[in-house]
């Protein structure tokens, strides 16, 4: 207990694991390795644990954002909603975590319960995957899948594993459609306060996909119509293949993130930034090229205009 109380002259999340049952020992014991071998910037830091008696601690470097999840659902009166820019670095950077464990992990781990809630954000709203606790190696050599005990959240597991029990990456990236799809909606995967056909949000979209002309009934309305309409069709196209029915449909995650890192990249400026830019004042009169040119001549004008007044 003492490595924990000497790890709080930082700021830092404990996190207390249930002490009933062997599954939440299995999940310490799991989170501790991977936490262990793991490590990049979109991943969350483990910075200790404690194993006292029937006592499980994990210790994380602290994220002052929260989750996805708090920016997303039931904001509390004056919280800011989180605008397109920033949505897009958040799918952008939890797309590279899983990315990393897919293709840069020795052997690849499967995250098994990526969800708005283990998404953390740091400064900056810079996301870090968390709640390693359900993760499992995935498979190698010839290989195709793992055979387990389905886990993980009711509307995010992807439809093959939750009927079979057989785990692939695919699976991961069928979540992560789920969540991107959260991101642009601002809806809950899963939300029993809304009408039956409703209630699941891939059901709910999967209809409107194919129509662009209802793409707008799928965006948050808490973006208030500031986002670029084509990003926001191209961000929809990655999310409804990511949750394809069929996993050999799905892309691997290495092209979702070149597809977000675009994305993520082309800022869009919102009405009320275009308000604030710098604009001339009305009396100003409108610089012309002839202008520009004699700017650049050092006031002499354009060697066309010189050549005209000696003639």
């Known amino acids: 207990m003492m490595q924990v109380i ?22 310490f014991l799991v989170e501790v390795l991977m936490l262990s071998l793991l490590h990049h910037p979109n991943l969350v830091n483990l910075i200790g644990y404690c194993a006292d008696g029937d006592q499980r601690l994990l210790v994380y470097e602290y994220m002052p954002l929260g989750s996805v999840e708090d920016h997303l659902h039931d904001l509390s009166p004056g919280k800011k909603p989180l605008d397109w820019n920033t949505r ?5 950077g939890a797309a590279r975590g899983l990315e990393y464990l897919h293709d840069k992990a020795k052997p690849p781990v499967i995250y098994r ?95 409107l996909f194919q129509d662009r002309t209802r793409h707008s009934l799928i965006a948050d309305p808490e973006l208030q119509g500031q986002y670029p309409p084509r990003g926001f069709y191209q961000a929809l196209a990655v999310a409804a293949m990511c949750v394809h029915e069929q996993p050999d449909m799905r892309p691997v995650i290495a092209d979702v993130v070149t597809a977000l890192a675009y994305l993520a990249s082309q800022k869009y400026e919102s009405d009320a930034e275009k308000v604030q830019s710098p604009c001339l004042d009305p009396g100003t009169p409108t610089r012309t090229k002839g202008d520009k040119e004699r700017k650049l001549n050092g006031g002499r004008g354009s060697e066309r205009e010189r050549t005209r007044k000696l003639k």
Not at 9 to 25: C, E, F, M, P, T
Not at 134 to 163: F, I, Q
Not at 170 to 189: M, N, P, T
Request: proline share 3%; glycine share 10%.
């Open 6 to 27: 000497l790890c709080l002259l930082q700021d830092v999340a404990i996190k207390q694991l249930d002490r009933n049952g062997v599954q939440g020992n299995r999940e």
């Open 88 to 92: 897009m670095k958040i799918a952008a």
């Open 113 to 207: 319960d990526l969800k708005c809630s283990n998404i953390l954000l740091d400064r900056g709203y810079h996301p870090k995957l968390s709640d390693f606790g359900l993760a499992k190696l995935g498979p190698v050599g010839d290989n195709t899948h793992v055979s387990t005990r389905v886990m993980g959240t009711y509307g995010y597991c992807a439809p093959e594993y939750a009927k079979t029990g057989q785990l692939t990456l695919k699976s991961d990236v069928y979540s992560f459609g789920v969540v991107l799809l959260e991101i642009l909606s601002g809806r809950k995967a899963v939300d029993t306060s809304k009408a039956a056909a409703e209630q699941s949000l891939v059901a709910w979209a999967r209809p």
